[in-house]
T-cell receptor, first 116, second 109 residues
């Protein structure tokens, strides 16, 4: 099956710093990648959708200048949380979809971000 | 607005059968998916229904009625490892999937 990796799996940072999270599709080309945020015992909230080579589409209420998304290749997307604050602490999950799997998303293992 | 409703918690006994319902209200509808998520892990895909009817995959089955905007996930021969959160999700456009709030399934021996 399709595999998606995320790095790092866990990060703790000080308030005001920036954190970059990488999402890679390991054995398929991801034409579309999605970034979600999940708070404890809650559902996945879509933050943005990105297609390779184009600007990300952000969901309403998500600050594009705070959550920078780059989908530079068909196997890599990055999410940078700029000037992180404690309220940004959450579980960030990426997912990817290829041309052969338009009805299914493959999720990465997630990144636990804690901002002190 | 767009919404998906599913029970927040369900408890069942090992070896039994459990059904998790999902009703949805979205501006577009391409299909209904189900995902399983264990604590601290990533969601994993279980099933996808684009047409009305029942889809069976091993111990898991998923049903869709588009006229009723309703679907369910049926889990049979429950095992302890099935304890997890289950999310229904609607593909509302070519590129967007909306997730329900999740149902936490607890299984007792």
């Amino acid at each position: 099956g399709a595999v998606v990796s995320q790095h790092p799996s866990r990060v703790i940072c000080k308030s005001g710093t920036s954190v970059k999270i990488e999402c890679r599709s390991l054995d398929f080309q991801a034409t579309t990648m999605f970034w979600y945020r999940q708070f404890p015992k809650q559902s996945l909230m879509l933050m943005a959708t990105s297609n390779e080579g184009s600007k990300a589409t952000y969901e309403q209420g998500v600050e594009k200048d705070k959550f920078l998304i780059n989908h530079a290749s068909l196997t890599l997307s990055t999410l940078t949380v700029t000037s992180a604050h404690p309220e940004d602490s959450s579980f960030y999950i990426c997912s990817a979809r290829g041309l052969d799997s338009i009805n299914e998303q493959f999720f990465g293992p997630g990144t636990r971000l804690t901002v002190l | 607005g767009q919404s998906l409703e599913q029970p927040s918690e369900v408890t069942a006994v090992e070896g039994a059968i459990v059904q998790i319902n999902c009703t949805y209200q979205t501006s577009g509808f391409y299909g209904l998916s189900w995902y399983q998520q264990h604590d601290g892990g990533a969601p994993t895909f279980l099933s996808y229904n684009a047409l009305d009817g029942l889809e069976e995959t091993g111990r898991f089955s998923s049903f869709l009625s588009r006229s009723d905007s309703y679907g369910y996930l049926l889990l049979q021969e429950l095992q302890m490892k099935d304890s997890a959160s289950y999310f229904c999700a609607v593909r509302s456009s070519a590129s967007k999937i909306i997730f329900g709030s999740g149902t936490r399934l607890s299984i007792r021996p």
